[in-house]
């Protein structure tokens, strides 16, 4: 067996091969341009893909394209590997070198090395990448539009502070509605009630009318917003108000594409659908950017056969945890022992998603009240009570997953009251 060890760049990879004792065989330094994937070829001509286990470092998005020229050359033993992993291993050499031909032997040798106890990032199907990519744009679109409503707020505070206590949601289609065609307290308090019912009338889809223009035109009236002689701050309530919509028509758009793409998922977005908190959203995310839950029980397998006889063997659910970035990262020397922190060294927009998840958990479902209980009683923040939540999540989606079965909710919960949840942060 070989190994093949890449150090990925933006202009130059860098690819050493090692031998069964750890020897250096060749190097080669190429570039990701057709050209140089021509010369990476005729490189490793006389190596069969079948003989040569391959590691990579996750480059930003560089390292993307070589991957996908690595499986059409026929290699199966790819590992993808966090750089953290490979630093840590070059770091060991007391000499301290670190150069692009170094990182590549040590990738190489790294592999040699840990062999199956390595965690690799998994790479999806060409459908699942896709799905990804337009979900992880659409979440941020989704965190661009809410730094937008918090700048709308701002320019609305000096200018027109009644205004945001009218309406439930400064970003929904009401206010933004009337704030676009009438963006200043001094051009609604003079809009012809007509008009401004129309108006409320459509945005709302009929649930508000007259009544909400009369009390629109009266804050307007009455506003102790400062004055705005040049209209500064109205045109830039305009120009944030049709931002917003833009983002609104974007994000339902990328939502529909979302969604065709895994129409296949039926079965998955079923159970998915039966957990606590888990909504479209949610369902939407882990489907783009989690594998199969087999992956994690193949990957606790292969680690738990790599440990000393009577170590406790690896869980699956575990590995799903430290995916997600939900894993206690524990500091502990001699006689001091560290504070218990999340890692958050896994996928930050699954990590968003369950977190919120959580939270709509803890407040409708009494298991999970249970636990965020238990947590508010030993004295742990609000956030720290629902990270025990998400983490009870992700085992449960594990275990709902793996076996193919809809959550259904313990018999000693069955007969408790329904929760309410305490306000956030108390």
């Not at 470092?57 to 050359?73: D, K, M």
């Not at 990519?133 to 709308?152: F, G, H, N, S």
């Not at 983490?391 to 000693?412: D, G, I, K």
């Amino acid at each position: 067996m070989m190994y093949l060890g890449f150090d990925i760049g933006k202009r130059w990879h860098e690819g050493a091969l090692v031998g069964a004792g750890g020897d250096i065989i060749r190097r080669l330094r190429f570039a990701p341009t057709r050209a140089g994937l021509a010369e990476l070829a005729t490189w490793l001509a006389g190596v069969a893909p079948a003989d040569v286990q391959i590691g990579l470092e996750a480059t930003g998005i560089y390292w993307l394209t070589l991957h996908a020229w690595l499986q059409q050359w026929g290699a199966t033993a790819i590992r993808v590997l966090n750089p953290l992993q490979t630093r840590a291993f070059r770091n060991a050499n007391l000499r301290g070198v670190k150069t692009d031909r170094v990182d590549a032997v040590a990738i190489a040798r790294l592999l040699r090395w840990e062999g199956a106890r390595l965690a690799s990032h998994a790479v999806p199907e060409d459908r699942r990448a896709a799905a990804r990519e337009i979900a992880r744009l659409r979440t941020e679109m989704v965190e661009l539009r809410a730094r937008q409503l918090t700048k709308l707020g701002t320019v609305l505070e000096p200018l027109f502070p009644e205004f945001a206590g009218a309406f439930a949601d400064l970003g929904g289609p009401s206010a933004l509605a009337v704030l676009a065609r009438w963006p200043a307290p001094a051009a609604l308090a003079q809009a012809r009630a007509s008009d401004l019912t129309r108006v409320l009338h459509a945005a709302s889809r009929g649930h508000l009318g007259a009544a909400k223009a009369r009390e629109l035109r009266e804050r307007a009236a009455a506003s102790v917003g400062v004055a705005d002689p040049y209209g500064a701050s109205a045109i830039a309530v305009q120009t944030l108000v049709a931002h917003l919509e833009h983002l609104r028509a974007q994000i339902t758009a990328l939502a529909e594409r979302l969604d065709a793409l895994q129409a296949e998922d039926t079965a998955a977005r079923a159970l998915l659908a039966s957990i606590p908190g888990f909504g479209p959203e949610t369902v939407r995310t882990w489907l783009a950017e989690l594998p199969p839950m087999q992956a994690f029980a193949t990957q606790a397998r292969e680690q738990s056969r790599a440990l000393p006889p009577g170590t406790k063997p690896k869980h699956g659910a575990d590995k799903l945890v430290a995916a997600v970035g939900l894993d206690a990262q524990v500091k502990q020397s001699g006689r001091w022992q560290g504070q218990a922190r999340m890692s958050k060294r896994g996928n930050r927009y699954v990590r968003r998603a369950i977190m919120l998840a959580a939270q709509a958990a803890a407040r409708t479902d009494p298991q999970c009240r249970a636990i965020y209980d238990a947590q508010r009683a030993r004295g742990k923040h609000h956030t720290v009570a629902v990270s025990h939540v998400a983490h009870q999540l992700l085992h449960v989606a594990y275990s709902v997953l793996l076996h193919a079965r809809p959550y259904t909710l313990p018999e000693r919960f069955l007969t408790a009251p329904p929760p309410q949840l305490a306000e956030a942060g108390t």
